[in-house]
T-cell receptor, first 114, second 113 residues
């Protein structure tokens, strides 16, 4: 069965600091990878996704993620965070074949201090 | 498109009562998913449908939970009888194809007293 690990449960940064959130998955086959964001009181929104091709994926709001197959990782990055980035971030995996549902990591709560 | 629509947005009920959550997927989307979010377990899949047919219900906690999709534009998740441990946010999501992005609804925040 596939699983997703997010090692940082709570991250506190000052504005303009750089961000990197870790995500590792366990699944040996082809995977589709996602990062979703949940702003306070809102529903999940897609930040970016990787299906194939260039392993460096750019998403909305200046976020990017890099798929490193050898490390089973899909870390999320942003060079300079803003207060409005305060939210919970979820990494998710969907196996390339078979089960279609997303398996989510436990989430990382990001708090950006002005 | 209005996106995935869920109702009610909030539900407070007493233990033992029946609860029905509703979802309208995005038009044209063939897959519909029900997820539950709790502090203890995070986001977990309950069940998903493809073309109105349940495909994987392995995440449904127990027989108290049931889900239906009578047509392409409507699904329900029912809990009978409800228990305090069912308190959570229930999300519905839909997608056109299994490989594509899932679009989430606003969720139903359920509190069982």
């Amino acid at each position: 069965a596939q699983s997703v690990s997010q090692h940082n449960h709570h991250v506190i940064l000052s504005e303009a600091a750089s961000l990197e959130l870790g995500c590792n998955y366990s699944y040996g086959g082809t995977v589709n990878l996602f990062w979703y964001v949940q702003y306070p009181g809102q529903h999940l929104q897609l930040l970016l996704k990787y299906f194939s091709g260039d392993p460096l994926v750019k998403g909305i709001k200046g976020f990017e993620a890099e798929f490193i197959k050898s490390k089973f990782s899909f870390n999320l990055r942003k060079p300079s965070v803003q207060w409005s980035d305060t939210a919970e971030y979820f990494c998710a995996v969907n196996a390339g074949t078979g089960r279609r549902a997303l398996t989510f990591g436990s989430g990382t709560r990001l708090q950006v201090q002005p | 498109d209005a996106g995935v629509i869920q109702s009610p947005r909030h539900e407070v009920t007493e233990m033992g009562q029946e609860v029905t959550l509703r979802c309208k997927p995005i038009s044209g989307h063939d897959y519909l998913f029900w997820y539950r979010q709790t502090m203890m377990r995070g986001l977990e899949l309950l069940i998903y449908f493809n073309n109105n047919v349940p495909i994987d219900d392995s995440g449904m906690p127990e027989d108290r939970f049931s889900a239906k999709m009578p047509n392409a534009s409507f699904s329900t998740l029912k809990i009978q009888p409800s228990e305090p441990r069912d308190s959570a946010v229930y999300f519905c999501a839909s997608t056109r194809d299994s490989k594509e992005t899932q679009y989430f609804g606003p969720g139903t925040r359920l509190l069982v007293l």
